[in-house]
């Protein structure tokens, strides 16, 4: 049953995260910078998140000193990485092409589960990678897809990919350390130290950003970062880091789907496919015998 609600807040973190693709596409359309998109984003989910549980149960909030450099490797390598890279590739580019390359990251999860942490790589686990590479691989249209995409779009991907598969490996450890709240604190408060260094809050307000404007940057941050990350790290806490990485497959999928009623995208045939091959990877995970991940800690 647990693994269950894993692969379930999994993939619904990836829907959310699919669908939000498009919303920041949109918004880079209508000339918004991506990095206030991704600095705002992180750093309004971080305030709604420490307020809350500084009122409710501020206990959760206590940490070691000698984990804030693992809490800031999550949170600046793996989240601010990732989602930087990722929004940029999508802003050179295009939603398919950045997610097809970012979505290689589940083969350098596996890699180094099984080189590093010696996980075994059952048959069906071989079976949902190949599923799911093929799938985002079909998805944004086979080669024809990848060979219009601009190179510098490429290789911001290939680089949020990499973090990405930081955050999955990584974002374990800490969650077995510290529970699924104080791990999701702690990983989008680093990311939101290290934005205010790069960019300062003065300089944020300084723009004169309206109140529309801010209310966009609450409904991103809200989509994209507060509910699906929740979600994400709560499925962390059930499943292995490969088992996550190629549920969360779903993303590319939905990012096509939404992009293609929304921005005028392509879904032919081969992202039909692909999305059937995508949503069987995750079939065959929920069918394979590995058992339950549990953890010493209980969830808060």
Same mark, same amino acid.
């Given at each position: 049953?647990?693994?269950v609600k ?5 993939a ?5 995260w699919?669908?939000? @693709?498009t919303?920041?596409?949109?918004? %880079? /359309?209508?000339?918004?910078? &991506? *990095?206030?998109i991704?600095? #705002?984003?992180?750093?309004?989910a ?8 500084i009122?409710t149960?501020?206990?959760i909030?206590?940490f ?7 809490f800031f ?8 990485g ?9 802003k050179?580019?295009n ?14 999860v ?5 080189v ?7 048959k ?6 190949i599923?799911?590479s ?6 944004v249209?086979g080669?024809n897809?990848l ?7 490429i290789l911001?991907?290939?680089? @949020? ?5 930081? %955050? /999955?490996?990584?974002?374990? &450890? *800490?969650i077995?350390?510290? #529970? ?7 990983s ?5 130290l ?38 994400y790290f ?7 880091p ?13 990012a096509i789907?939404?992009a293609?009623?929304?921005l ?6 081969l992202?039909t ?28």
């Amino acid at each position: 049953m647990n693994r269950v609600k894993g692969y379930l807040f999994i993939a619904c973190a990836a829907t959310l995260w699919g669908a939000s @693709a498009t919303l920041v596409k949109y918004l %880079f /359309n209508a000339q918004f910078h &991506p *990095l206030i998109i991704i600095q #705002t984003r992180v750093s309004i989910a971080f305030v709604l998140l420490f307020f809350y549980f500084i009122t409710t149960n501020p206990r959760i909030l206590k940490f070691r000193i000698r984990d804030v450099p693992l809490f800031f490797f999550v949170g600046v390598c793996g989240v601010a990485g990732s989602n930087y890279f990722y929004y940029f590739a999508i802003k050179e580019s295009n939603v398919a092409t950045a997610i097809v390359v970012q979505y290689s990251a589940p083969i350098m999860v596996a890699l180094y589960a099984i080189v590093v942490q010696h996980e075994r790589m059952t048959k069906f686990k071989l079976l949902a990678l190949i599923f799911s590479s093929l799938g985002i691989f079909l998805a944004v249209g086979g080669l024809n897809g990848l060979l219009v995409a601009n190179s510098k779009g490429i290789l911001f991907a290939l680089v @949020a990919a990499v973090s990405y598969a930081i %955050f /999955n490996i990584a974002g374990k &450890p *800490l969650i077995e350390k510290y #529970t699924v709240w104080p791990s999701l604190v702690f990983s989008l408060g680093a990311a939101t130290l290290f934005w205010m260094v790069i960019q300062t809050p003065q300089t944020i307000l300084a723009a004169n950003y309206s109140f529309r404007d801010w209310q966009v940057f609450a409904l991103v941050s809200t989509t994209s970062i507060l509910i699906p990350y929740s979600l994400y790290f709560l499925g962390l806490h059930f499943l292995t880091p490969t088992s996550a990485i190629i549920t969360s497959t779903l993303e590319p999928v939905v990012a096509i789907v939404t992009a293609f009623v929304f921005l005028g995208g392509s879904m032919g045939t081969l992202q039909t496919v692909g999305a059937v091959f995508v949503i069987g990877s995750i079939i065959l995970l929920e069918t394979s015998s590995e058992p339950t991940i549990e953890t010493h800690n209980q969830q808060r």
